[in-house]
């Protein structure tokens, strides 16, 4: 099974309005962190946001939020106020075990976003 | 401050040549990574290091494939006689503790 699941390979938002990109993980560890990440064209990867499996509040990171639903194993990344720089791969990650144990990333297929005028 | 950096940014290398890949991670960052991103198998995690040592190798596809890092700080990705289906983005990151992940610029690797 997949570990982490990405479900919209490409996803279209009109500049200043808001989008979800979907992401579900499966994992068995209690101790698990979810990361999303940017990659424009460029290529380079950005760190947007970070969710810890016990934390209690969804984590926001100025336009950027995450729709944490622990239940339903899923951790939507929302963006506000959409620009046109905000067009790049989004990857979803998990990383399993308890912290301080230097643990791998494992990544989803990405969502391509396109933002439009 | 400086971010993670990583040379080559490109290299192209005959099938059957050996290669060595470059990252500098952000100063102080005790734990490094090296993951690859192809076509086809998306990213992938290869190894880890936490100071010199690597406690975590199962993503190298091959024993052609190794890693070794010096003085807690720079590391050195080489792939023996490279394959064709060695052709990818190879890309570091590092951090300090197992939060957030850095990432460099990557190595896009050709082999023809």
């Known amino acids: 099974a997949q570990k982490i699941t990405q479900t919209q390979p490409g996803m279209f938002v009109q500049e200043k309005e808001a989008v979800t990109l979907d992401c579900t993980y499966d994992?068995?560890?209690?101790?698990?962190?979810l990361f999303w990440y940017k990659q424009p064209s460029s290529g380079e990867m950005i760190f947007l946001i970070y969710?810890?499996?016990?934390?209690?509040q969804n984590a926001t990171e100025g336009r950027y939020s995450l729709n944490f639903q622990k239940a339903r194993k899923s951790a939507n990344l929302v963006i506000s106020a959409s620009q046109l720089g905000d067009s790049a791969m989004y990857f979803c990650?998990?990383?399993?075990?308890?912290?301080?144990?230097?643990?791998?990333?494992?990544f989803g297929t990405g969502t391509q976003l396109k933002v439009e005028l | 401050g400086a971010g993670v950096s990583q040379s080559p940014s490109n290299k192209v290398t005959e099938k059957g040549k050996d290669v060595e890949l470059r990252c500098d991670p952000i100063?102080?960052?005790?734990?490094l990574y090296w993951y690859r991103q192809s076509l086809g198998q998306g990213l992938e995690f290869l190894i880890y290091?936490?100071?010199?040592?690597?406690?975590?190798k199962s993503g190298l596809p091959s024993d052609r494939f190794s890693a070794e890092r010096t003085g807690g700080s720079v590391s050195t990705l080489t792939i023996q006689r490279t394959q064709q289906e060695d052709s990818a983005v190879y890309l570091c990151?590092?951090?300090?503790?197992?939060?957030?992940?850095?990432f460099g610029p990557g190595t896009r690797l050709t082999v023809t």
């Open positions: 290091f936490q100071g010199n040592s690597a406690p975590d």
């Open positions: 969710q810890g499996s016990y934390d209690q």
């Open positions: 994992t068995s560890d209690p101790s698990y962190g």
């Open positions: 990151a590092s951090s300090l503790t197992s939060a957030e992940q850095y």
């Open positions: 990650a998990m990383r399993e075990g308890f912290t301080g144990g230097g643990n791998k990333l494992t």
């Open positions: 100063s102080g960052h005790t734990a």
